[in-house]
């Protein structure tokens, strides 16, 4: 799975963030601090539609967009593909594991057992 750009996160945030399927224009106000033209956010939802990332449905004149997957879903899939580029996997879950903070490994150890 390929990673995200800055905008290309920016965006996704927004659309996990939703509560419905947004509009180009609904992310262009969330993300108003950025100045970002219609065309911008546009490119930005098709690019992450060709990565599989987003579903876009018609409505109207208009498209609404929607994360296919939820953040966690996603950083879970981030992870699995670095661990299967690791040679060895077990020295990269420890590596991984040993630089968490204790309460997070505490976190982990309760959920593995």
Known sequence: MASLGELERAVMDVLWAARQPCTARDVQET??????????????????????????????????????????????????????????RGAALARFFGGMPPDEQAALRDLLR
Do not use: N, S
Not at 50 to 56: C, D, E, F, Q, S
């Open 31 to 88: 993300l108003a601090a950025r100045e970002l033209a219609t065309t911008t956010v546009l490119t930005v939802l098709g690019r992450l539609e060709r990565k599989g990332l987003v579903a876009r449905t018609k409505d109207g004149r208009a498209h609404r967009y929607r994360a296919r997957a939820t953040r966690e879903d996603h950083i879970a899939e981030l992870m699995r593909d670095a661990l299967e580029g690791a040679p060895d």
